[in-house]
């Protein structure tokens, strides 16, 4: 038996976790606490540093007692602590780095630093039980990435974003045309009521050789739009949104077919590939259809996790530690470790 307890503090979500692996059997998520701050940031717009920081610090120390209780486990009966070391904010991965040292240290167990991102990557084995190698789309409000995931602590980043990040798109999005943030899911309710087919926004990249995204020209093509036309009403809104978000998908499928072939063409042997989502943006609906769609034409299995553990999360920080204590590789990542925005 293996359990770990997960730390999670990069971005705007406090968050605290304990999971277990009893041998062969599936692993089991043994609490899953999340804090999310964005009450705090809406009234900006946006994440605020500073105010994430001081949030963590208030928060956390509650978050990991909760976690423990909510599991039943012991701090004596854990294997070790996992803590997200980075990317992200540096003030948050300060927070929650140095406290899993201090409780590592205290309780005699080992630390592991945890890359986030590879959180996001493990986090379909945790649910589904995935065998490496598969294709992995990262779409949240900082990353936009497609990988190619080969086992533990072996990714190969085939594609990602050359200005903005799409969550980042949608929230941007969001703030022009004065819908509240985060801005994703108020886009996509909007969208719901309006016409697609009025705007003819560009699809940034479609085509390219080149296999990554690009999403300012679109942004750009946005506000050009809604400057046309303002005031805006609220069908108008609609409209830009509905366009907006078919231009998203219909970008996304073309980057993302590229990545299917070139999968197929690399690991022939892979009989069951799959393409995993994760991140915020895997919520919107006419996205997954997209994707969805063209995972069924290429005969990929499409796997998108729960949404607790789609967006950012504590338990699949725990997993990463249990993923890397099986592999032997916990120890290259240990309480020297200091936090890394850019990783
Ligand atoms: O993964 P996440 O919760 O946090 C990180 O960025 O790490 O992703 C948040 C992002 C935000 O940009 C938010 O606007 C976007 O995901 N998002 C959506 C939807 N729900 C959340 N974007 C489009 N459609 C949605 N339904
Ligand atoms: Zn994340």
């Not at 406290?99 to 080992?110: D, F, H, L, V």
């Not at 003819?200 to 739009?225: C, E, H, I, N």
């Not at 069924?296 to 725990?318: E, H, R, Y």
Request: net charge negative.
């Amino acid at each position: 038996m293996i359990r770990v307890l997960g730390i999670e503090t990069s971005c705007d979500e406090t968050a605290a976790s304990v999971v277990a692996l009893d041998g062969g059997a599936a692993p089991e998520i043994l609490s899953n606490v999340v804090l999310s701050q964005i009450e705090e940031h809406a009234a900006f717009g946006g994440v605020v540093p500073e105010i994430a920081a001081r949030a963590h610090v208030e928060a956390l120390d509650g978050i990991v007692e909760a976690a423990l209780a909510d599991s039943a486990v012991s701090l004596d009966e854990v294997d070790a602590i996992a803590a997200t070391a980075g990317p992200g904010l540096v003030g948050g991965l300060i927070v929650g780095l140095m406290t899993a040292k201090a409780i590592a240290a205290a309780a005699n167990k080992p630390l592991i630093a945890i890359n986030h991102l590879e959180g996001h990557a493990l986090t379909a084995r945790l649910t589904d039980g995935l065998d490496f190698p598969y294709l992995l789309l990262l779409v949240s409000g900082g990353h936009t990435q497609i990988v190619a995931v080969r086992g533990v602590g072996d990714y190969q980043r085939w594609a990602t974003t050359i200005d903005d990040a799409l969550g980042e798109a949608f929230d941007k999005t969001a703030k022009m045309l004065g819908l509240p943030y985060p801005g994703g899911p108020n886009v996509e309710k909007a969208a719901a009521t309006g016409d697609a087919g009025r705007f003819a926004f560009p699809r940034p990249m479609k085509g390219s050789a080149q296999p990554d995204f690009s999403f300012s020209g679109l942004k750009t093509a946005v506000r050009q739009a809604a400057t046309a036309i303002a005031p805006l009403s609220d069908q108008d809104v609609a409209d830009i949104c509905a366009s907006f978000q078919a231009a998203v998908a219909d970008a996304l499928g073309d980057r993302v077919g590229r990545a299917l072939a070139r999968f197929r063409q690399e690991f022939p042997d892979q009989a069951k590939p799959a393409l995993v989502v994760a991140g915020g943006v895997a919520a919107n609906r006419a996205i997954k259809a997209t994707l969805e769609a063209l995972c069924s034409q290429a005969g990929f299995a499409f796997v998108a996790p729960p949404q607790k553990l789609c967006t950012d999360n504590a338990a699949m920080i725990a997993w990463a530690g249990i993923e890397r204590l099986r592999a032997g590789i916990a120890d290259e990542n240990t309480a020297d470790f200091v936090p890394r925005s850019r990783w």
